[in-house]
Every structure is written in structure tokens, then in C-alpha cells.
């Protein structure tokens, strides 16, 4: 499956931006995730959204901020960002998993098929 992710942008601290990652093919079949990379750091969770259940799960920095969902009609996922902040600057992707639903994590070695990202990046 190949991504595309889009939506971002430069903002001011405490404004929103929705991304959006659109997928080749049909998604339902799997867990879908959104990561993020800072400049000279690790690619870092920040949420993912369960296949059939649609449980979502988030990073302890993005809780209450973020909202992720997801469109299989539309073979895409999305991140609601609000309240943004400095500190959120990163490439954002948007990646897939095809664990059992006991063995998806946050971790990113169980997801693939990055694509390129979205740049955001929010001033103070």
C-alpha cells in the first residue's frame, strides 16, 4: 500500500491543522497510525487507530490535543490538531500495521509503507 500524507503547513502556537493521508488501496484491513520526526531526532508515535474496532490510542503529549480517525469509504486516515504547539514541529507520516490487533503498538517497527510526510511546523 502506498500514502500519501497532506495538511501541513506553518502555524502560530495554539492554532489547529487537520492532516490527511489517503491510501492505494482499501485500508479496512488495517491498523493506521500517524508518527512524527523531529530534525536529529527518533520517529516518534503519536496515535493509531484500530482496524474494525476503531479504538484509537495516543502519545501521552498529544492526549486531549489530537484526534485521530478514518474513512475506509475514502481509504484515508486523519489527525485533528489542535492547541498546537511549538514542540509538535516534525514531519508528520502516516504509516499502517498488519499486527494481530494483540501485537500493534506504538512502537514504530510494526508499521510500513511511510511515504514522504507532511511538514508542520508551529512558531511561538
Known amino acids: 500500500v502506498q500514502l500519501q500524507a497532506s495538511g501541513g503547513g506553518p502555524v502560530q502556537a495554539g492554532d489547529s491543522l487537520r492532516l490527511s493521508c489517503a491510501a492505494s488501496?482499501?485500508?479496512?484491513?488495517?491498523?493506521m497510525g500517524w508518527f512524527h520526526q523531529a530534525p536529529r531526532k527518533e520517529r516518534e508515535f503519536v496515535a493509531f487507530i484500530r482496524r474494525g474496532s476503531g479504538t484509537t490510542y495516543y502519545a501521552d503529549s498529544v492526549k486531549g490535543r489530537f484526534t485521530i480517525s478514518r474513512d475506509n469509504a475514502k481509504n484515508s486516515v486523519y489527525l485533528q490538531m489542535n492547541r498546537l504547539k511549538p514542540e509538535d514541529t516534525a514531519v508528520y507520516y502516516c504509516?499502517?500495521?498488519?499486527?494481530?490487533?494483540?501485537?500493534?503498538?506504538?512502537?514504530?517497527?510494526?508499521?510500513?509503507?511511510w511515504g514522504q510526510g507532511t511538514q508542520v511546523t508551529v512558531s511561538s
Open positions: 504509516a499502517v500495521s498488519t499486527l494481530a490487533s494483540g501485537s500493534v503498538s506504538s512502537s514504530p517497527l510494526g508499521w510500513r509503507s
Open positions: 488501496e482499501r485500508t479496512f484491513n488495517y491498523h
